[in-house]
């Protein structure tokens, strides 16, 4: 009898678990800032449950007091404690951040698809409103706004305001960019020749393909939306009551931390600044690699 062949072992594809660590292996700039964001998420929620919040404000311990088991982070002039002050702040740092990039990336989506799906004076509108407003500093806009306010209205839902008023042009013009070169492939015509409607076309053949962009958009806009709440809360343009970390800096330059020897009060938020900003630019590059076929690494 002639031997036959044992029958070939099925090849075993990798889980998408492992498809995604290999990726992160690879995108080391992506895996470090999801792992910094990760930490002070992790930070911010543990402290939450654990603290009591109402020390993030004035008048709730002692003044002045170095870090200590009782206060690892310290107290401030104000009589705050500063690891309150950091838990509360760095959460209300993350809505101002979420809100003003969630409404800007939305906005920007919005626009850009009807501005390069639909073309015409359309299309012509709203691109040359973007062409005539980019120019404008945007730091100055924001200072002028928050500071012509009178600062007892302001509030965390204002503050998102203000940053979001122009933080729509840059994901308006990505996107629209993105759509015109999407609508010309032979996917997109063979929907319209199928008798596929506008919105189908839009919502189910070029949107999908167009969620990583989306995606490195949003990251990009809660990274400018986060720092442009810091340095209008370090210029005391903020709700100066509220714990923001830029108000603790602003309070701390304010009171003369460094010259009377409070060297604790500024430093943990300017590291948590540091690190909240950081984390989202690597997130933000790597995001890029991912949705940029030109620049994305094949294993």
Do not use: H
Not at 69 to 75: A, I, R, V
Not at 108 to 116: E, H, K, P, R, Y
Not at 136 to 150: C, H, K, R
Not at 205 to 234: D, H, K, R, T, W
Request: glycine content about 8%; charged content about 10%; some cysteine.
């Amino acid at each position: 009898m002639i031997a036959t062949a044992a029958p070939e072992a099925d090849i075993q594809q990798p889980s998408r678990l492992t498809l995604i660590l290999r990726y992160l292996k690879r995108n080391k700039g992506l895996a470090i800032g999801l792992a910094i964001l990760l930490a002070l998420i992790l930070f911010t929620v543990i402290g939450m449950l654990t603290i009591n919040p109402k020390q993030a404000y004035p008048l709730s311990v002692a003044t002045k007091k170095p870090p200590s088991l009782q206060y690892p982070f310290g107290t401030d002039f104000f009589g705050r404690n500063l690891l309150a002050a950091m838990v509360v702040g760095m959460w209300q740092t993350a809505i101002i951040g979420l809100i003003a990039g969630g409404i800007g990336t939305f906005i920007g989506v919005v626009l850009g698809f009807i501005s390069a799906y639909f073309g015409g004076w359309v299309d012509s509108t709203i691109r040359t409103i973007c062409q005539i407003l980019t120019p404008i500093p945007v730091l100055l806009i924001q200072v002028v706004v928050a500071g012509s306010l009178d600062k007892r209205d302001v509030t965390i839902i204002t503050m998102a305001l203000i940053v979001v008023m122009l933080a729509w042009m840059g994901p308006t013009l990505v996107v629209r960019a993105q759509v015109l070169t999407m609508k010309e492939r032979q996917f997109v015509s063979v929907a319209k020749l199928s008798g596929v409607g506008d919105l189908s076309i839009i919502f189910k053949e070029i949107l999908p393909n167009l969620l990583p962009f989306i995606a490195a958009a949003f990251v990009g806009q809660v990274f400018s939306a986060v720092f442009a709440s810091f340095y209008l809360a370090v210029l005391g343009l903020g709700p100066l009551r509220e714990p923001l970390l830029g108000n603790i800096i602003w309070a701390a330059q304010l009171q003369g931390a460094f010259f009377n020897g409070w060297w604790w009060w500024p430093i943990a938020p300017s590291v948590a600044m540091i690190l909240i900003l950081g984390s989202l630019a690597l997130i933000n590059m790597g995001l890029d690699e991912l949705a940029n076929p030109r620049v994305r690494r094949t294993e």
